[in-house]
């Protein structure tokens, strides 16, 4: 599904040259629920806007469901963005003049999607995250939780192949986050790759998978002890 | 397509509510920008425009110097003729059309005698001026070559004029009393005021009340009618003895013109006015080489300065005006634009492209403009009540605001406001989604 190759994102100035990414390799398949995660700076949101099409990359390849991307322009790139991926982000980045209806139909909207498609759609996936009857709240209306939730609907609407989550559950306390976390696995569970960044041991435990980056590269997890020994005792301690 | 244009312009009126005294001002910035172009445009357009489009460039005013170097300025030959001059043009015949007239002023007395006598003016010509200029008529029509002729005592007179004597009636055939003379109505013209008056440029009424009579030239010669309008004696400023003196003088008087269909027949007439002065010269009476003109109506205004220069001045002040509110909206814009760089970056994220960007902010800006354009339209017409303080009565009453000029503002200001709205929306559809949706 995800598939990125010697990748490399370098930031350069006038005087200095900065490696986000360094010899960058992960494959991600379909279905799958990865976790990355990494200290904070270690390229994590890096990976994910490029992963995300939301930023270009230095070197390297990457094929997103079997098409290389580096060549594709701003047109081709955005298609796929609105067709194939769903982001979820930690400030939930819901448009505050929209209710909430409208933030979900955005990317519908760009789809070129007839109006009574939109909203089966609309309201299937407000369903889904709990929210229909609030469809024509504003986001201000909200809990921290419940506007996550919308920005999971939003994803969701357009049926992505992917879904991209960076760091979820940042800005929400322990029950909102663990409410929103029990959504994404039930997801997964029902067939969509989900690539979440995190640096929440716990939340990376309940993944299928860890990827752990430092500076710029994926690393055995066991390079970083404290980590890993938070994830294996979240893991212990998980019901599941 | 049109869904999202119509979706579009919700978010747009969405987002113009969110702010509004940054929208005012924007709309307050394109609204004076377009009024005061307009304004000054109303002016510019009723003093530059075409009199008599469909026959601008077969009308030609021949020129002769009569003078001689010595009193021509900058050796341009007299904008009139004499009555010599004028005569022999017309006896020559060598125009398909042709006519000479001067200003005319005279007192009617009205049918009534408990009404006041009261001055009519007018022009005394020839027939073919009704024929040359296109003159449209209500009643009758012009008079004939044979009236010229025989200098009959007929008159055609405006619809107002007939308004005035007649309420409106067909009056063809009934006589008016003017200057103690009477003169049998053969036309009534419909109400027809070229503006600029291009064939009276001469005696300075461009801009002049409508005319009301038009007599024979011939039959105003022989009642020793004087001109109502300029008369240039040169600057020795002798007029001559009596009415018989000025008339065969040199002084000039007469505005003529000529109708040519071909550039041969321009060439053709070039040649005969030269060889007339040619003649005049072997007669003793021009002691100096041909010197003669033969310019159309639009060489003819251009000459003339028929476009006030404070009309020019203004208009492209107004135009500068413009551009520095187009240039103050660029800037709101641009705050307001780019304070919405989250918003952009999530639609950006969520599969907008930046040609999507574009339409989105391009149909907020043109609401904008819509909005200055009927703020403009308002502004023009409380503008056109203030056109007398910067021109001259006579132009400024020209100026009106009529639906082209409504229609033009609305343009003008969207058309304006958009291409203003480019820079902002293409730093907008710049906006780099991964740095927006980091940095929260």
Same mark, same amino acid.
């Given at each position: 599904m995800?598939?990125m190759?010697?990748l490399? =994102? ?5 005087v200095?040259e900065?490696y986000?990414?360094r010899?960058?390799n ?5 279905g799958?629920f990865?976790?990355?995660t990494?200290p904070?700076?270690s390229?994590k949101?890096?990976f994910?806007?490029i992963?995300?099409?939301?930023e270009t990359?230095t ?7 079997g ?7 701003d047109?081709e ?7 194939k991926i769903g982001f979820i982000f ?5 448009i505050?003049d929209?209710?909430v209806?409208d933030?979900?139909?955005v990317p519908l909207r760009y ?5 009574p498609e939109?909203k089966e ?7 889904r ?5 609030r ?6 209306? &909200?809990?921290?939780?419940?506007q ?5 609907a ?9 879904l991209?989550a960076?760091e979820?559950t ?12 029990e959504?994404l696995e039930?997801?997964?569970r029902?067939?969509a790759?989900?690539v979440m960044?995190?640096h929440?041991?716990e939340l990376?435990?309940r993944?299928?998978r860890n990827v752990h980056?430092?500076d710029?590269?994926v690393?055995?997890?066991a390079?970083d002890p ?8 979240a893991r212990?301690?998980?019901?599941a | 397509m049109?869904g999202?244009f119509?979706?579009?312009l ?5 987002s113009l509510r969110?702010n509004?005294?940054l929208?005012a001002?924007m ?5 004076f ?5 307009m304004v000054t445009?109303a002016?510019?357009?009723?003093v530059?425009g075409?009199?008599?489009?469909q026959k601008s460039?077969q009308?030609f005013?021949?020129?002769?110097d009569?003078r001689g170097?010595?009193?021509n ?6 904008e009139?003729?004499?009555y010599t001059?004028?005569v022999?043009?017309m006896?020559?015949?060598k125009?398909?059309?042709q006519?000479?007239?001067y200003a ?9 005698e408990?009404r006041?006598?009261?001055k009519a ?10 024929s040359?200029f296109?003159?449209p008529f209500?009643?009758?029509?012009s008079?004939?070559?044979?009236e010229d002729?025989?200098r009959?005592s007929v ?5 107002s ?17 003017m200057?103690d003379?009477?003169?049998r ?6 109400d027809?005021?070229? =503006? ?7 005696s300075?009424?461009a801009?002049a009340n409508?005319?009301e ?5 011939t039959l105003?010669i022989?009642?020793k009618?004087?001109t ?6 040169g600057?020795?400023g =002798?007029?001559g003895?009596?009415?018989d003196g000025?008339?065969r003088?040199?002084c000039v008087?007469i505005?003529?013109?000529v ?5 041969a027949?321009?060439q053709?007439y ?5 060889g007339?002065a ?6 003793g ?5 041909p010197n003669n003109?033969l310019r159309n109506?639009?060489?003819?205004l251009d000459?003339?300065?028929?476009v006030p220069?404070?009309s020019r001045?203004?208009l492209?002040?107004?135009l500068?005006?413009?551009?520095i ?12 634009f780019m304070r919405r760089?989250?918003e952009?970056?999530v639609?950006?994220?969520?599969g907008?492209?930046r040609?999507d ?6 149909a ?7 909005a200055g354009?009927l703020?403009g339209?308002?502004l023009?017409?409380i503008g056109?009540l203030?056109?007398?303080l ?5 132009i400024?009453?020209l100026?009106h605001l ?8 609305l &343009?003008?200001?969207?058309v304006a406001?958009?291409l203003?709205a ?12 991964a740095?927006q949706?980091?940095?929260?």
């Amino acid at each position: 599904m995800l598939k990125m190759t010697h990748l490399s =994102k370098v930031y350069r100035t006038e005087v200095v040259e900065t490696y986000a990414l360094r010899d960058f390799n992960i494959n991600v398949n379909e279905g799958e629920f990865v976790a990355v995660t990494g200290p904070s700076g270690s390229g994590k949101t890096t990976f994910l806007t490029i992963a995300g099409l939301l930023e270009t990359f230095t070197g390297g390849q990457y094929h997103l469901d079997g098409v290389e991307v580096s060549n594709l322009n701003d047109n081709e790139r955005s298609k796929i963005r609105n067709e194939k991926i769903g982001f979820i982000f930690q400030a939930f980045n819901l448009i505050p003049d929209l209710n909430v209806f409208d933030n979900v139909e955005v990317p519908l909207r760009y789809r070129g999607m007839k109006a009574p498609e939109r909203k089966e759609r609309i309201m299937n996936a407000l369903e889904r995250v709990g929210l229909a009857s609030r469809a024509k709240h504003y986001p201000a209306e &909200l809990s921290g939780g419940q506007q996550q939730r919308v920005a999971i609907a939003r994803a969701l609407a357009g049926s992505p192949r992917l879904l991209l989550a960076d760091e979820p559950t940042g800005n929400l306390d322990t029950q909102m986050a663990r409410g929103v976390m029990e959504l994404l696995e039930e997801i997964h569970r029902e067939g969509a790759t989900i690539v979440m960044v995190t640096h929440d041991p716990e939340l990376a435990a309940r993944a299928q998978r860890n990827v752990h980056i430092i500076d710029g590269q994926v690393v055995d997890l066991a390079e970083d002890p404290r980590f890993h020994q938070a994830v294996h005792a979240a893991r212990a301690n998980s019901p599941a | 397509m049109s869904g999202m244009f119509v979706h579009n312009l919700r978010l747009g009126a969405a987002s113009l509510r969110r702010n509004v005294l940054l929208t005012a001002l924007m709309i307050m910035s394109i609204g004076f920008g377009v009024a005061a172009s307009m304004v000054t445009f109303a002016v510019f357009r009723a003093v530059s425009g075409d009199p008599i489009p469909q026959k601008s460039a077969q009308l030609f005013v021949p020129q002769i110097d009569n003078r001689g170097p010595q009193y021509n300025r900058n050796g341009e030959p007299p904008e009139a003729l004499n009555y010599t001059d004028a005569v022999a043009l017309m006896r020559a015949h060598k125009a398909p059309h042709q006519t000479v007239l001067y200003a005319i002023g005279l007192s009617v007395m009205p049918a009534d005698e408990h009404r006041m006598p009261f001055k009519a003016q007018g022009y005394a010509t020839y027939n073919d001026f009704f024929s040359m200029f296109e003159v449209p008529f209500q009643y009758g029509g012009s008079w004939g070559g044979a009236e010229d002729e025989s200098r009959s005592s007929v008159v055609v007179i405006s619809r107002s004029l007939n308004q005035k004597l007649f309420a409106g009636a067909n009056s063809v055939g009934r006589e008016i009393t003017m200057d103690d003379h009477a003169y049998r109505i053969v036309g009534v013209t419909e109400d027809w005021d070229p =503006k600029p008056r291009f064939y009276d440029m001469f005696s300075g009424n461009a801009y002049a009340n409508a005319v009301e009579i038009y007599i024979p030239f011939t039959l105003a010669i022989d009642q020793k009618v004087d001109t109502y309008g300029n008369n240039n004696c040169g600057s020795d400023g =002798k007029r001559g003895d009596a009415h018989d003196g000025w008339v065969r003088g040199e002084c000039v008087w007469i505005s003529p013109w000529v109708e040519l269909d071909s550039a041969a027949q321009v060439q053709a007439y070039r040649q005969f006015l030269d060889g007339y002065a040619k003649e005049q010269q072997s007669a003793g009476r021009f002691n100096w080489a041909p010197n003669n003109r033969l310019r159309n109506v639009h060489e003819w205004l251009d000459y003339e300065g028929a476009v006030p220069p404070e009309s020019r001045i203004s208009l492209t002040l107004a135009l500068g005006f413009l551009v520095i509110c187009l240039v103050n909206t660029i800037g709101l814009l641009l705050a307001k634009f780019m304070r919405r760089a989250p918003e952009i970056g999530v639609r950006r994220a969520l599969g907008a492209s930046r040609a999507d960007i574009y339409r989105q902010f391009l149909a907020e800006a043109s609401m904008v403009g819509v909005a200055g354009g009927l703020l403009g339209v308002v502004l023009t017409a409380i503008g056109m009540l203030g056109v007398g303080l910067v021109f001259e009565p006579h132009i400024a009453r020209l100026a009106h605001l009529d639906v082209p000029l409504v229609l033009l503002a609305l &343009l003008l200001a969207i058309v304006a406001t958009v291409l203003a709205a480019f820079y902002p929306t293409w730093r907008a559809a710049q906006v780099q989604p991964a740095w927006q949706l980091k940095s929260n």
